[in-house]
């Protein structure tokens, strides 16, 4: 089993950066593909940016596409998720999430872990 937590977030002008980082406990992530999902208030949880196991594909969210980068240190068991030019319509609890599934996949189903989320707030 894999615990992760995030950490990171916080309030931000519009434009500005954050990077999350998700650290994972337990077991080693080199096995899992590990993924990063938001939820705003009242909305779904969706997408954001998953990367493979030895982080040679990623996949990003249209919405972040240009905008957010996520990469993988296997070595640390650490993900992370640089955000730039964040814009209001990013405001929402971020969660990490790790998955036994390979492949690139978007579906939160997919994913076994999941951690409790940070608040990134954007404001304009």
């Known amino acids: 089993q894999v615990e992760v937590v995030e950490s990171g977030g916080g309030l931000v002008q519009a434009g500005g950066s954050l990077r999350l980082s998700c650290a994972a406990s337990g077991r080693s992530i080199s096995s899992y593909a590990m993924g990063w999902f938001r939820q705003a208030a009242g909305k779904e949880r969706e997408f954001v940016a998953t990367?493979?196991?030895?982080?040679?594909?990623?996949r990003y969210a249209d919405s972040v596409l240009g905008r957010f980068t996520i990469s993988r240190d296997n070595a640390k068991n650490t993900v992370y998720l640089q955000m730039n030019n964040l814009k209001p319509e990013d405001t929402a609890v971020y969660y990490c999430?790790?998955?036994?599934?390979?492949?690139?996949?978007?579906?939160?189903?997919?994913?076994?872990?999941w951690g409790l989320g940070t608040q990134v707030t954007v404001s304009s």
């Open positions: 990367i493979t196991l030895m982080g040679l594909s990623k």
């Open positions: 999430s790790a998955g036994r599934r390979p492949g690139l996949s978007n579906l939160a189903d997919e994913y076994d872990y």
